[in-house]
């Protein structure tokens, strides 16, 4: 089993959409939580951290549920421009990635 | 101005033929980090450098090497490249404190290598 889990997609959805990505880990010890957008052939680049109390960037929303040990990225009023690859990552004495998940939007 | 600089941004090499991959950093972070990553896959830390201390992952095969010359520039050296190490390779640096945190790491552009 992977340490870190996400549906690989894709997310086919129309500009204005609301989409959410749920991450699963399964080290409980894992100390720090993010997602990651990279773009078809490109480096992951950080897209926000995440906090148990839940946190906020514009149109994104990253939430962390530790009993459960998933978190969750909420992206509202998609753009196009929001076509990408989500990552989420924790940290456990090293940064430790998921697959991905595939987002397309669509005009 | 580019803080993470990976050269080449493409290299084709053949099979068995050592290839070198480089990364500079003008961040002037202590932590400097080799990931591969394969198509859909996760990247996959392959080792990292704390200041000089270099720290292996357990399953990195040993045809992976690594080198730090200074806080700057850190290289990889695939000895001898066989088909399944055709995938993105991509370099990371971080500021850390400890041994222990762990901070944001900024990555560059990648080397994407072909094995012929």
């Known amino acids: 089993r992977k340490e870190v889990e996400q549906d690989p997609g894709p997310f086919n959805v129309p500009e204005g959409a609301t989409v959410a990505f749920n991450c699963t880990y399964s080290?409980?010890?894992?100390?720090?939580f993010f997602w990651y957008r990279q773009d078809c052939r490109k480096e992951p680049k950080l897209l926000m951290s995440?906090?148990?109390s839940g946190n906020e960037d514009g149109r994104f929303t990253a939430q962390l549920n530790r009993a459960s040990q998933y978190i969750s990225l909420l992206i509202r009023d998609s753009k196009l421009s929001d076509s990408a690859t989500y990552l989420c990552?924790?940290?456990?004495?090293?940064?430790?990635f998921g697959a991905g998940t595939r987002l397309a939007v669509h005009p | 101005d580019a803080m993470v600089i990976q050269n080449p941004r493409y290299q084709v090499t053949q099979f068995g033929k050592p290839v070198t991959l480089s990364c500079s950093q003008t961040?002037?972070?202590?932590?400097m980090y080799w990931y591969q990553q394969k198509s859909s896959q996760a990247p996959k830390l392959l080792f990292h450098?704390?200041?000089?201390?270099?720290?292996n992952e357990a399953d990195t095969p040993d045809n992976f090497q690594s080198r730090r010359p200074n806080t700057s520039f850190c290289f990889l050296d695939i000895r001898s490249p066989g088909l399944g190490d055709a995938a993105m390779y991509l370099c990371?640096?971080?500021?850390?404190?400890?041994?222990?945190?762990?901070?944001?790491?900024?990555f560059g552009p990648g080397t994407r290598l072909l094995v012929l």
């Open positions: 450098y704390y200041d000089k201390d270099f720290n």
């Open positions: 990552a924790v940290t456990r004495n090293k940064l430790i």
């Open positions: 995440v906090y148990s």
């Open positions: 080290n409980s010890a894992s100390q720090s």
């Open positions: 990371a640096t971080s500021r850390r404190r400890t041994a222990t945190t762990q901070e944001t790491q900024y």
């Open positions: 961040l002037n972070h202590n932590v």
